[in-house]
C-alpha cells in the first residue's frame, strides 16, 4: 500500500520560512518524479513544484521560482519544499504527489499518488 505522509505545515508571517517534508513508502521511490502541488480555499489543485526521480532536474511554477526550492532524499524516501519569502497568497493545503510519467506534467491527473496534504498559513 502506497502512502505519503506530508509534514511541516503551520503558521507564518508574511516574509518567514517553512519547509515541508513527505515521506513516501509501499512505492519503489526512486521509480518516481515527485511533486508538490497546493489548494486554496475555493480554487483548484494546482502545481508548485517537481523533481526528476535522480533529483537532478527541477520545475516551478512561475509564482513559486526564485522563493520555493524542492529537492529528495532517495536514501530516506523523502522529498521536501523549503519555502522562502512566504506570501498570504502563498495560504493553501499542499500535496505531495508521485508520477511514473514525467516532472514537466502540471495536471493533478497524471499523477498516481497523493499525500493527505498539510496546511501553510501565511499571515499578513
Known amino acids: 500500500q502506497v502512502q505519503l505522509v506530508e509534514s511541516g505545515g503551520g503558521l507564518v508571517q508574511a516574509g518567514g520560512s517553512l519547509r515541508l517534508s513527505c515521506a513516501a513508502s509501499g512505492l519503489v521511490f526512486s521509480d518516481y518524479h515527485m511533486a508538490w502541488f497546493r489548494q486554496a480555499p475555493g480554487k483548484e489543485r494546482e502545481f508548485a513544484a517537481s523533481i526528476s526521480k535522480s533529483g537532478h532536474a527541477t520545475y516551478y511554477e512561475d509564482s513559486v521560482k526564485g522563493r520555493f526550492t524542492i529537492s529528495r532524499d532517495n536514501a530516506k524516501n523523502t522529498v521536501y519544499l523549503q519555502m522562502n519569502s512566504l506570501k498570504p497568497e502563498d495560504t493553501a493545503v499542499y500535496y505531495c504527489?508521485?508520477?511514473?510519467?514525467?516532472?514537466?506534467?502540471?495536471?493533478?491527473?497524471?499523477?498516481?499518488?497523493w499525500g493527505q496534504g498539510t496546511q501553510v498559513t501565511v499571515s499578513s
Open positions: 504527489a508521485a508520477t511514473g510519467s514525467s516532472l514537466y506534467y502540471t495536471r493533478p491527473d497524471a499523477y498516481n499518488y
